[in-house]
């Protein structure tokens, strides 16, 4: 139980988390479509992990952490979440990095490879790493069928403060403009995040506030008070 609750204590957006036997029976036992089952099944089966959703003061309170489930096209795409006791994990761990990306399959194509190429490079200049979520990052974690012609590249970089994020989000905007879209999330100390457009925007002055993302919720912030501090007051975590 200790484990559980220091691995609650730690958890953070586009984190994965592994389940033990007892959980999937548990999750199993309880009553699900046919489709549901099918879904549930294989993610057993392949020790294919769930991811960290949005936490409420619920949750903490019971015992509970939230988690998500976003399942290929094969199964409709469908979106599954679960509560889930905190002792239950075995273990979290976390998208594959954007260099793991690239020395999967999945970076085999003309314009995806380029548009990595194009990205790593601006990452390591940034002195940054960012980890791949989104269809590109199940699929490489899965081995299922979850892209589509024209996909993002989602990722979430950590950023140690507000001029390694506008170090980046410079260089992003000079990436060229084939090829998938971008869509990152700088997560600065504390696990606040911002997508890296808007970012870019409000730091420019030309919006008066930015979309702050935590693991507890979202708020519209006009300070630099949580990209300044790991313990910013009024920030969702």
Known sequence: MKAGRSMLDTLHRHQL?????????DLLERPRDA??????????DHALPLVVARQSAEHAAAGLMALGLPAPGRWQRRRM????????????????SLDEL??????????????????????HTAGATGFVFGSHGWQCIT?????RPGSDIDLWVPVDGAEQGDRLARLLQAMPQEGPRVDAELVFPGGWAV???????????????????GLHGVALREDHEWCASAAAPGVPA
């Open 17 to 25: 988390v592994d389940l033990g036997p007892q959980a999937w029976a």
């Open 81 to 96: 979440g679960f509560d889930v006791a905190r002792g239950a994990a075995i273990g979290t761990r976390e998208f594959p």
């Open 195 to 213: 997508a890296w457009r808007e970012w870019a925007a409000w730091r420019a002055g030309g919006v008066r506030s930015v979309l702050v993302k």
């Open 35 to 44: 489709q549901a089952r099918e879904i549930l099944t294989h993610w057993r």
């Open 102 to 123: 690239m020395a999967s399959p999945l970076a085999v194509s003309g314009a995806l490879q380029q548009a990595l190429d194009s990205l790593q490079q601006r990452l």
């Open 143 to 147: 081995g299922l069928p979850y892209l």
